[in-house]
């Protein structure tokens, strides 16, 4: 799965782009934000996630089912474990206090 959420969504392209030309790397901060948020079993999936220009790119098929939640055909229903929004708060919230 690729580009799960768009970072212009979030307010986050310009003060990426900003803080980039201040010598910060805002992807890789970003990056780690969401990494740190991650449910891990595995580690498949956190070693999974890229955050590249203007997109976060998780490439385990299974992301959207943790990220959002499912039911199972059983009928279980897995509630939504939001790591990438929560790591994008993070974020967002560390580039407010820089900038």
Known sequence: MSDIHELLDYGL?????????????????????????CPVDTGALRDSIAVTGD?????????SFVNEGHTCVNGTVVPANPFVERGLDISRNQIDKIV
């Open 55 to 63: 997109s976060v790119n998780v490439d385990e098929d299974y992301a």
């Open 13 to 37: 392209v310009s003060a990426m782009t900003h803080l980039n030309r201040m010598g910060v790397d805002a992807e890789a901060m970003v990056e780690e934000n969401i990494k740190d948020e």
